[in-house]
């Protein structure tokens, strides 16, 4: 069983201190973790060596949006990729779970997933890098409950002309703490992660590491100090946070705020410090094309939310 503790603990961040309260929790309600353990097997099964096993555990950032009721977990494209490419080098996933709740004071037991059997789209090529995973309405369902919120058509559309900042969510490797235990093809995973909303400065001079032909966007990310389980460190790296969303948020007055949803993170470079993501209307024009031609598949996906129990 896997077991999480998905309570956001990186807070302590002068950016963040200077905006209204609940500013972390309006974010931390849309994003998701994408957790699975796979290992090595052989075309005999598993072994009694549990270095031939080799359990690997993940636990990615991703985030919920709606569109025409239907509820899908976007991540990156080369996160899907990868995991395509260990499949098929010869392992399997053992299990995989949905970590919600970040946006509560509680911890919920996560939620079974089946990835690897689960609709799935990506693509990671020429600047584009996104990854779709419809959401069935069970597992929509047991998100709400969570306390889960997908983004709707308004959180990318009629954005303010001035901006007071955009923010990066995501789970890095840096402030997460995943233990694996094994014994043949059974493995148990412990995942606590840490969640900071990153300021980030835009940029319209990126390395040229990072540009292609491809529209993204780029911006600049601070050295950050963070708490993580009772533990200070300074977050000098983004690994494990792309999938994550990028938000641009304007103040419109002392208590009050608004906020976009502009693109999916996708790499970056670190000696710049410079990230790049992929702008999300591409990625929303992508999902009608793929309602219209998966129509049977997605048949019953939509998302009823009325009477929706709360879990506590």
Request: hydrophobic share 40%; glycine share 8%.
């Amino acid at each position: 069983m896997v077991r999480a503790d998905p309570i956001a603990k990186m807070t302590k961040n002068p950016h963040i201190a200077e905006w209204p309260p609940g500013f972390l929790y309006a974010f931390s309600r849309h994003i998701v973790s994408l957790s699975w353990l796979d290992a090595s097997i052989d075309t005999d099964g598993p072994t009694d060596d549990p270095d031939d096993y080799d359990p690997k555990a993940f636990s990615i950032s991703a985030f919920v949006i709606s569109v025409r009721d239907i509820w899908f977990l976007v991540t990156a494209g080369h996160i899907l990729r990868d995991l395509d490419s260990r499949l098929k080098a010869g392992r399997r996933i053992v299990k995989s779970r949905l970590i919600d709740g970040f946006a509560s004071q509680e911890s919920f037991p996560p939620i079974p997933f089946m990835l690897g059997d689960a609709l799935q789209w990506y693509v990671f090529e020429n600047g584009l890098d996104y990854a779709l995973i419809p959401l069935p309405p069970t597992f929509a369902r047991q998100l709400i409950a969570g306390g889960v919120s997908a983004l709707t058509e308004p959180a990318w559309t009629d954005m303010a002309d001035s901006l007071d900042g955009y923010f990066l969510l995501g789970f890095p490797d840096q402030g997460a703490d995943i233990t694996v235990t094994s014994n043949r093809a059974k493995g148990n995973v412990k995942v606590s992660l840490g969640m900071p909303l990153l300021p980030i400065q835009r940029v319209d001079d990126p390395p040229d590491v990072l540009k292609c032909d491809t529209e993204r966007f780029y911006a600049r990310v601070p050295i950050t100090a963070g708490n993580v389980d009772g533990k200070s460190i300074t977050l000098t790296d983004i690994d494990g946070m792309s999938g994550g969303p990028i938000f641009a948020v304007k103040r419109t007055d002392t208590d009050r705020f608004r906020y976009w949803l502009v693109a999916v993170q996708s790499g970056w470079a670190p000696k710049s410090r410079v990230l790049a993501a992929c702008p999300i209307q591409p990625l929303v024009d992508a999902i009608g094309t793929c309602i219209d031609a998966h129509d049977a598949e997605l048949k019953g996906h939509e998302v009823d939310v009325d009477d929706v129990e709360y879990r506590a």
